[in-house]
C-alpha cells in the first residue's frame, strides 16, 4: 500500500476523538464542537444554527456528526441551514469527522458540526 502525506493548508483537520471530546489542531475540546473556517469551538447542538451561519460564504456543506450512531437532523434544523444555501449531511460522528478530513485535504469548502460520542 502506498501512503502519502496529506497537507492541509489553512485547514485543521480532526486529529482524534473519544468519549465525549474532540481533539482539532493539538487541542482537546470537550462536548459538542462546530469546526468551521472562520472559527472551531463550542456548539450548542441542533437549537444552535446561528454558529453554523457564520461560516455562510465559506463553506458547501456541513457535515453533522449525531454522535455514536446515524441519526436523523431536526427538520427545522436542516432547513434553516438549507435555505440559506448550505447543505447538510448527517452521519455518526466517527464517519464524519472522515469524511470532513478527507474532503478537507481535497480544498473543498466544508464544516463540521459535531456531537460527542
Avoid at 23 to 28: A, D
Avoid at 55 to 77: S, W, Y
Avoid at 97 to 116: D, I, K, M, Q, W
Wanted: charged fraction near 15%; hydrophobic fraction near 45%.
Amino acid at each position: 500500500m502506498r501512503l502519502n502525506e496529506i497537507t492541509y493548508t489553512d485547514a485543521v483537520p480532526v486529529e482524534g476523538y473519544g468519549p465525549g471530546f474532540f481533539r482539532v489542531g493539538g487541542k482537546v475540546y470537550d462536548g459538542a464542537i462546530a469546526i468551521l473556517p472562520t472559527q472551531i469551538g463550542p456548539w450548542g447542538g441542533y437549537d444552535d444554527t446561528a454558529t453554523l451561519l457564520a461560516a455562510l460564504g465559506h463553506v458547501d456543506v456541513i457535515f453533522v456528526g449525531t454522535g455514536a450512531e446515524v441519526a436523523h437532523v431536526p427538520p427545522a434544523f436542516r432547513s434553516a441551514l438549507e435555505e440559506a444555501g448550505i447543505g447538510v449531511e448527517s452521519m455518526a460522528s466517527p464517519a464524519a469527522c472522515r469524511t470532513y478530513n478527507v474532503l478537507l485535504s481535497e480544498g473543498r469548502r466544508v464544516g463540521l458540526a459535531l456531537l460527542p460520542v
